[in-house]
């Protein structure tokens, strides 16, 4: 589903991320793990095209996508949601959902909202709110939504349970749960283990921008 080989890349002529290699492989939950500022942003960015590598391989479904602009992402069906959210507070949360379906003229977009819905139907119970009326935790799962509007083969979910209340993070926890029920495959950042423990089946480790072989957790991905 998604191989990184060799991945280096710099930010403001800092190097950050070094000789990253990763892989998913279909229908898996993998988690990746570490500490504030060891990489996992650039790392997520970076896979989603808006931070070119300096060298290494982006392959997504067996197509190289290395040198490709962050909207063929979405037309491969990857989904990102960021760590800081990046809703329009003033647009409704429909249209926040909406977003990646117009920017990138994706077709289906009534029935990838319906699924969207089906599988959170508490989105679709505030659809109509702005934005900025919800709490840090709903705007989490309305992040979610957004994601999976593109992504119906690869989420890249960057520390989605950071700062959600117990309650929200058991159930973002149970979408997660039902999405690789799913098939898709999921990449899903953690400063540690407290959520991502009982979900993922795999889990790579981040340091200082490099990443370790992964550890396997179960053992029932193809
Ligand atoms: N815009 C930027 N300018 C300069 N340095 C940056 C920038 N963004 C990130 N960095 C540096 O890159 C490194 C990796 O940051 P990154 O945000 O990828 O880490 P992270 O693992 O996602 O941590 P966090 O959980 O704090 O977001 C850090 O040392 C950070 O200081």
Redesign the pocket.
């Known amino acids: 589903m998604l191989k990184l080989s060799a991945i280096n890349a710099h930010?403001?002529g800092?190097p950050?991320l070094r000789d990253v290699d990763l892989e998913i492989k279909p229908g898996a939950l993998v988690g990746l793990i570490?500490?504030?500022?060891?990489?996992?942003?650039?790392?997520m960015?970076t896979i989603m095209g808006l931070l070119k590598p300096d060298s290494g391989s982006i392959i997504i479904e067996g197509r190289d996508m290395t040198a490709l602009a962050p909207h063929f992402r979405a037309q491969a069906k990857v989904g990102y949601m960021p760590?800081d959210r990046q809703l329009v507070p003033t647009l409704t949360v429909e249209e926040n959902i909406l977003i990646p379906a117009w920017a990138n003229k994706l077709p289906e977009a009534e029935a990838r909202l319906a699924w969207v819905y089906e599988l959170m139907p508490e989105v679709e119970a505030f659809a109509d709110r702005k934005a900025l009326q919800l709490s840090g935790g709903q705007q989490k799962l309305v992040a979610l939504a957004r994601a999976m509007m593109s992504g119906s083969r690869l989420l890249l979910l960057?520390?989605p349970f950071?700062g959600v209340a117990p309650a929200l993070s058991r159930r973002l926890a149970s979408v997660l749960h039902t999405l690789k029920t799913e098939g898709l495959s999921v990449l899903l950042?953690e400063?540690d283990y407290s959520h991502s423990a009982d979900l993922v089946d795999q889990v790579y480790t981040?340091e200082r921008?490099a990443v370790s072989a992964p550890k396997i957790i179960r053992g029932d991905v193809a």
Do not use: P, Y
Not at 34 to 43: E, P, V, Y
């Open positions: 930010i403001a800092t950050i570490g500490r504030n500022g060891a990489g996992k942003t650039t790392l960015r760590e960057d520390e950071e950042s400063s981040i921008g």
